[in-house]
């Protein structure tokens, strides 16, 4: 399994960027996928998950400005993400969950990504 992320970049707070994550080797539409995050010194947070049925969550510090869709037919995860913050500043990650239940915990996935960065400057 491969999963190939790629959208990261540096923006002014209040921006807006598109990550995506390009999944092969992986019967893409059976579980779970989420978005992840990990800034310097802190541990690896969960931002959004969605199920193959297309039911979502968030973390509450990125509700209403985060949506996670994917794509089943181009095997492609998406997180489009608005009014950015500078506290959003992280390198995000994709990853494979065990089932198709929207976990937030990152303990609980099994294939990562490498990660794109994403810096907001205020």
């Known amino acids: 399994v491969q999963l190939m992320e790629s959208g990261g970049d540096s923006v002014q707070s209040g921006g807006s960027l598109r990550l995506s994550c390009a999944v092969s080797?992986?019967?893409?539409?059976?579980?779970?996928m989420g978005w992840f995050r990990q800034a310097p010194g802190k541990e690896r947070e969960g931002v959004a998950a969605i199920d193959n049925d297309g039911l979502t969550r968030y973390a509450d510090s990125v509700k209403g400005r985060f949506t996670i869709s994917r794509d089943n037919a181009k095997n492609t995860l998406i997180l489009q993400m608005n009014s950015l913050k500078a506290e959003d500043t992280a390198k995000y990650y994709c990853?494979?969950?065990?089932?198709?239940?929207?976990?937030?915990?990152?303990?609980?996935?099994?294939?990562w990504g490498q990660g794109t960065q994403v810096t907001v400057s205020s």
């Open positions: 080797g992986y019967t893409y539409n059976r579980n779970c």
């Open positions: 990853a494979i969950g065990p089932d198709n239940w929207q976990h937030l915990q990152a303990h609980e996935y099994m294939d």
